[in-house]
């Protein structure tokens, strides 16, 4: 049974300044298991990198800045708007009736 470990180095946090570390420790019985385990640790290493790059911002920030979107798009929305009838394709269909 073969053993290996290694360890790497994620982007710094922006707002504490903090690297990151990840260490990843591979056991196998045989080389084809190895070479798979190899591939999924590569696999979740540029998981990290990616997801550690990510530019963060603050709850408040992000609830300011969907706010300001809503109420500027409001006047395009038609859940609160509604739909004239004559546009809506979902509108019942009138019935028909012969006397």
Known sequence: ???????VLLAPCTETEQT?????????????ASSSS???????VRQLRLEASVRRIKVSQAAAELKTF??????????LTGVPSS???????????LL
């Not at 546009?87 to 009736?97: A, M, Y």
């Open 1 to 7: 049974m073969s053993e290996w470990s290694f360890c």
């Open 38 to 44: 190899l591939a999924l640790a590569q696999k979740a």
């Open 70 to 79: 809503c109420l500027q798009n409001a006047h395009k929305d038609p859940l």
């Open 20 to 32: 990151c570390c990840v260490c990843v420790s591979v056991m196998s019985n045989n080389s084809a």
């Open 87 to 97: 546009d809506n394709p979902f509108r019942p269909p009138k019935s028909c009736v």
